[in-house]
């Protein structure tokens, strides 16, 4: 029998507008899965059951609230919450109580989501990682930033959890956890309340189980009525086969997975062509890591003054020593450079629907210390454009390999219908 | 004999250097200026004396921290301050006090400045005005939303502040009360710890008395060596005069101030064309408003669920409830219109250095109760380009009349650079 944290939202929703399913069970199934697997996960940051089972107890008792009503969802804690402490990773915050609700969570409330708890971040949504274990495999890292998002909507403890993505934290975790990882596009969702890494990337995004799943969460986040997404043809979509700059780093896994998406694709009748990078691409990492290492230490200006004896030394090295020495007409000139990207990308696109790329070089690295490389995803996070991966493949190690699609800016909703489409074929193509 | 608070920062600076002002003497001139005025000018929701005072005093005993050692700057009560308490210009959060300062307040901590107080910002930097009045004539509008800090920078109580714009709240202010203000692209200074407005167009930015002390200012918020602005030729520099789709709404003087602008520069040697938006521009105030509208009411979730009743009545009518009427779609399509202007201008530049048009409609309208029309200003701010007004006339009514330069994408320097070298050539030209 399917227990109610099996359910996939979508499900769930329609059974307890029907009735059949009422918000604290699901929520009681939700906490008994947690108690049974975060010993081993360790997903959470701040779990809170009893305040879990209160609002599920409310919403049981009144109106419907709206399209989240009932089901619960996980917040990275590097997002601020009213109710429970928000510790942005980071021992100097720990115990810390914001006053309000980042819009995103107060926008969940409103549509009647249960807040479940708060899920483990890297240090500051950086490199630093937390206690969270790839649920496949507890010797392999979950990914990062959003590990505890990603790690805990793949092991069924949540249908939902918010993320975050400056360079490859939503993606890479949904990728390496195996489930629909959503990163929209830039500033779709509000980022305040949002502990900053880096103002001109940071992006907030969705986790689920399905891609119907994030249309879901989408519209709850959002405040817009739900439309169903459709499931366009395949036949006559024209799908741009992107290998990026990066090719040579991904696994012979990996890129099998993504050439055999682009040719299971092709038989399903999609018009397949090739995507090179060049013009203003060329020294993309370089110029995207010129932009955080500028911004970065910036933005944790209070923290170094106040409390650089804990920060992580990774951090203090990595991020702050390095970010300081960025020169500022450098830096004015990769944001030049990457506004040539988004204009370069944004003509392309008139060639094809979506671009099909990898979500992460190869299965998730064993060992928590390292989070990955995120290479694969800051295409479309610099570029300001929607990517959606998929959990379609499983790698010789026996962990998720995820095909990545992306459309064009503001374009959300129709790489998201895409990616519905393509999925059910993918899988294990 | 000129009193320290008449001083430019830059000359402050320079005495500060020298040995020949204290910061401690300095802070108390302006707390002398600031007592003697305030009754009228109503320039700041929070100001502690003893606080500038002991700041300035510990300054003085202490190393050269850096750019801004021992200056005085105001933070507009938008923005989180970890030692005063921040309002946002609202009731709700009478008495609020953050946790922590807000990158740009810590930046400028760090560099040395002395934080003098928080100026006063309309509610939630929309339109439902706060107390200040304009310093030139209490019976008119300073303009808003950065109302507290352009009047207090006009009125020498500080030689900086800052300020934010999401439509034209820091240029229009800085054009009413008659000081220098400057919109950088967008995303230049972080913008956490600013309550956000909409996420897709807050800038924070910047007040003083010349451009010097902007580039100075600047320096100090961005952790970067000062360099001195050079002071371009006049002679040979392509300046676009931009009368926009809203040259009807500018009064005839405005109109004669731009257009005399115009004709200095050219004599002065400048090669001066007009630049007509057309193209994505159509609709382009009825595109931002849908942007805006869509996301100011989401920014404001967590009010509206919990403290509705504290909200004006204007915001709730104007701002939210016109703003939950708009349709995702027509949002989603505006992003792309708005991001199509920022090409289509960005192509425009190679055809000129500068863009050269009107600061504000008129001079400050009567009243306090409307803050004025900021429709020459969201050219910038949509579109991410810096711009910089300058007080170079005087109205009929007797209350300034700016006019604005604005440059490409990340290239403030140049457009600041342009400002210096034009400013006294347009003086009541």
């Known amino acids: 029998m399917t227990e109610p944290h099996e359910l996939s939202a979508t499900e769930a929703a329609v059974r307890i507008d029907d009735g059949d399913l009422t918000s604290e069970t699901l929520i009681e199934s939700c906490i008994e899965r947690i108690a049974a697997r975060e010993d081993n996960v360790r997903a959470w940051k701040y779990f809170d059951a009893d305040s879990a089972r209160s609002q599920a107890k409310a919403l049981d008792r009144g109106p419907r609230r709206g399209v989240l009503h009932g089901l619960p969802f996980g917040v990275k804690d590097i997002i601020d919450t009213a109710t429970m402490p928000t510790g942005y990773g980071s021992p100097i915050y720990e115990g810390h109580q914001p006053a309000i609700d980042a819009p995103c969570v107060a926008l969940s409330l409103q549509s009647g989501g249960v807040l479940m708890g708060k899920t483990v971040s890297t240090e500051f949504a950086s490199r630093h990682p937390g206690a969270t274990r790839n649920p496949h495999n507890p010797g392999h890292t979950p990914g990062g930033s959003s590990s505890g998002s990603a790690a805990a909507v793949t092991d069924n403890m949540v249908p939902f959890a918010f993320g975050t993505q400056t360079g490859g934290s939503v993606i890479r975790p949904a990728a390496f956890c195996g489930c629909v990882g959503y990163k929209p596009t830039y500033g779709l969702f509000s980022a305040a309340g949002v502990k900053e890494n880096t103002r001109s990337f940071d992006t907030v995004g ?178 300001y454009t929607p990517g959606v991966t998929l959990p379609t493949n499983t790698g010789p190690k026996g962990l998720p390999i995820g095909v990545q699609f992306m459309g064009p800016h503001a374009e959300d909703t129709r790489v998201l219908e895409i990616s519905k489409a393509a999925f059910p074929v993918l899988v294990e193509s």
Chains 1, 2 share one sequence.
């Open 206 to 383: 969705l986790y689920a189980r399905t891609v119907d799943d994030i249309a879901l969460f989408r519209a709850g986040v959002l405040a817009v009525e739900p439309e169903p997404l459709n499931t366009p043809d395949l036949s006559g979509l024209r799908v741009a086969l992107c290998r990026t700059m990066f090719w040579d780093r991904a696994s012979d896994a990996t890129k099998s997975v993504i050439e055999n998406a682009a040719s299971t694709l092709s038989k399903a009748g999609a018009v397949v062509s090739e995507l090179v990078l060049d013009g203003p691409f060329e020294d993309y990492e370089a110029t995207g890591r010129t932009v955080t290492g500028f911004e970065f230490p910036r933005a944790l200006t209070f923290e170094r003054t106040h409390h650089a004896d804990l920060l992580s030394e990774e951090l203090r090295d990595k991020g702050i020593k390095r970010g300081l020495k960025v020169n500022f007409e450098v830096y004015q000139a990769a944001l030049r450079q990457l506004a040539d990207c988004r204009g370069w990308l944004a003509d392309a696109f008139s060639d094809f629907d979506v671009i099909l790329t990898p979500s992460a070089p190869d299965e998730a690295p064993e060992g928590l210390g390292y989070t990955g490389d995120p290479c694969f995803n800051t295409f479309a996070t610099w570029t």
